[in-house]
């Protein structure tokens, strides 16, 4: 994604981008599954697991937990660097958040670690 079209997009709903693309990853569409939600929202995304997306689940975040990640950008950043952080932040309180409804909350770091650990693990196509 060019930077033009990147500052087009509003810092809640680059968050929410990212986090898709981190979760479901919107690339894995073209070439993974052909049953992932194509227009996701916070109330239905879908997340795959288990290597190279070989499960899926469809939740949602309800509007408390939304509104939770809503507010790492109260106030809104005042500069780049402090967006890239309240960025960081409300991933990871995504990542919590689905990890909990899923049961991925476990997964090991990096492609690997988890292949051989049992289910619900993730890698870079998840």
Same mark, same amino acid.
């Given at each position: /994604?060019?930077?033009?079209?990147?500052?087009?997009?509003?810092?809640?709903?680059?968050?929410?981008?990212?986090?898709?693309?981190?979760?479901?990853?919107?690339?894995?569409?073209?070439?993974?599954?052909?049953?992932? !939600?194509?227009?996701?929202?916070? @109330?239905?995304?879908?997340?795959?697991?288990?290597?190279?997306?070989?499960?899926?689940?469809?939740?949602?975040?309800?509007? %408390?937990?939304?509104?939770?990640? @809503? /507010?790492?950008?109260?106030?809104? $950043? %005042?500069? $780049?660097?402090? %967006?890239?952080?309240?960025?960081?932040?409300? !991933?990871?309180?995504? %990542?919590?958040?689905?990890?909990?409804?899923?049961?991925?909350?476990?997964?090991?770091?990096?492609?690997? $670690?988890?292949?051989?650990?049992?289910?619900?693990? /993730?890698?870079? !196509?998840?």
């Amino acid at each position: /994604m060019s930077a033009t079209r990147w500052k087009g997009f509003k810092p809640l709903n680059r968050i929410l981008l990212l986090f898709l693309l981190s979760v479901s990853s919107l690339y894995a569409e073209v070439f993974v599954r052909d049953d992932i !939600i194509r227009d996701p929202d916070p @109330r239905s995304f879908s997340v795959c697991y288990n290597h190279t997306c070989k499960d899926l689940e469809t939740v949602g975040l309800n509007t %408390e937990q939304w509104q939770g990640i @809503r /507010m790492s950008f109260n106030p809104p $950043a %005042e500069d $780049a660097g402090k %967006e890239r952080r309240q960025i960081a932040v409300a !991933i990871a309180r995504m %990542e919590r958040l689905v990890g909990q409804l899923v049961n991925t909350e476990q997964d090991r770091g990096g492609n690997m $670690a988890g292949l051989l650990s049992g289910k619900r693990q /993730m890698d870079c !196509i998840d």
